[in-house]
Nanobody, 127 residues
Framework: QVQLVESGGGSVQAGGSLRLSCAASGNIYSSGCMGWFRQAPGKEREGVATIRRGSGTRYWTYYADSVKGRFTISQDNAKNTVSLEINSLKSEDTAMYYC?????????????????WGQGTQVTVSA
């Protein structure tokens, strides 16, 4: 079992920045993939960024096209956290953001790959 708790959401103006954090506990070392997803009102949940553990200390990152260049995902194994740095926020980034974990992920931005989910943290961007 893996428990995930998100934090760092809030209300910001367009163009601003936020840093979301996900604190993981439990059997986190079985989680080869950690991802961030979001769900806007009336829309389906979508993957925005995933970090996948490779061989040794190598990690791979994946981003949705809509966030490339603005979002950065990172993992701190010493602190058992996964962060999402969000820059140049747009109104369309307004959503509930969820942290998720998976043992393996062959399609890193697909939610069906992820079995563990946090409760979410709200990000609201005003014009």
């Amino acid at each position: 079992q893996v428990q995930l708790v998100e934090s760092g959401g809030g209300s910001v103006q367009a163009g601003g920045s936020l840093r979301l954090s996900c604190a993981a506990s439990g059997n986190i070392y079985s989680s080869g993939c950690m991802g961030w997803f979001r769900q806007a009102p009336g829309k389906e949940r979508e993957g925005v960024a995933t970090i996948r553990r490779g061989s040794g200390t190598r990690y791979w990152t994946y981003y949705a096209d809509s966030v490339k260049g603005r979002f950065t995902i990172s993992q701190d194994n010493a602190k058992n956290t996964v962060s999402l740095e969000i820059n140049s926020l747009k109104s369309e980034d307004t959503a509930m953001y969820y942290c998720a974990a998976a043992v393996l992920c062959f399609t890193p931005l697909e939610q069906r790959e992820f079995g563990y989910w946090g409760q979410g943290t709200q990000v609201t961007v005003s014009a």
